[in-house]
Each structure stands twice: as C-alpha cells, then as structure tokens.
C-alpha cells in the first residue's frame, strides 16, 4: 500500500500540502501507514462497514481531493480516524505536530483509494482485504507450517 501512495503521487501531494520536505513527508507516512491500516482491518463491522463509511465520507473522492490543488478540508479525514481503533507509530518515530496534521489526509488519501478501488473496479472482498494487509514475507514450501 505504502509503494502505491508513492508512486502514484500521494506521498508528494501530502508534502506540498503540509509545506514538508518530501523526505520528511515520506518518513511519516511510513512511521503512520501501518496504524492507519491496522485501524482500517479493526473497523468495528468489518470490510462492508469500513467501505461504507468511506463512501459516506466521499469515497475516492477523498483522495481525489488530497492529490488535488485545491485548499483541503480534511474534516473528512479527522471523522475517518474518530471512528478507526486507537493506534501509535513507534514512539519517536514521527514529530507529534506533523502526526496529527498527516494523519487526517493519508486516512484520506487510504481511504478514497480503496473506496475507489472497490467501486470503480469492483473487486471482490478478498482482495480488498488483502490491500489492507501489511506486508508479508511469502514463505516457501520448506518454511509453511
């Protein structure tokens, strides 16, 4: 997920529009993106529910508008974490002031791209389930349990 906001654009996005350097956007995403998931696998109500409240919130257009060039209002993105489980990035990992101004759009930016994604290509649960999975080595047949 982390290489998809990155190369289509939405890490640099959220830099211009938090007036960062990209390297220090890009560190936060990172330090952030893992509990922004999590938070999205723990919706209360599962996958059905999490993509309804992001339809209800504007759906792709979330990140529709965080890649634009328009002033963003990110009172969508601020109701997406109100309803999300609680999470932290390791402790040091991210300056609290800019966690709490990146937060609210990279739950937008996440968010309309899953709505998107299932919307606008309909893929079925089980895949959209497995984008919000973390990363994972994939074993071989020697290392499967």
Avoid: C, W
């Amino acid at each position: 997920m982390f290489e998809t906001l990155r190369h289509s654009g939405g890490i640099n996005a959220l830099a211009r529009i938090l007036g960062e350097p990209p390297a220090t956007t890009l560190a936060g995403a990172e330090a952030l993106l893992p509990g922004l998931l999590a938070g999205f696998r723990g919706f209360a109500g599962g996958l059905d529910a999490l993509l309804a409240m992001l339809d209800d919130l504007g759906g792709g257009d979330l990140a529709a508008a965080v890649m634009g060039h328009e002033a963003v209002d990110t009172a969508p993105g601020v109701a997406i974490l109100a309803r999300l489980p609680r999470y932290e990035a390791e402790d040091g990992a991210i300056d609290p002031a800019l966690r709490d101004r990146i937060l609210p759009l990279l739950a937008m930016l996440a968010g309309g791209y899953f709505a998107a994604r299932a919307t606008g290509r309909g893929l079925p649960p089980g895949e959209l389930a497995q984008l919000l999975e973390p990363d994972r080595k994939t074993l071989s047949d020697d290392e499967a349990v």
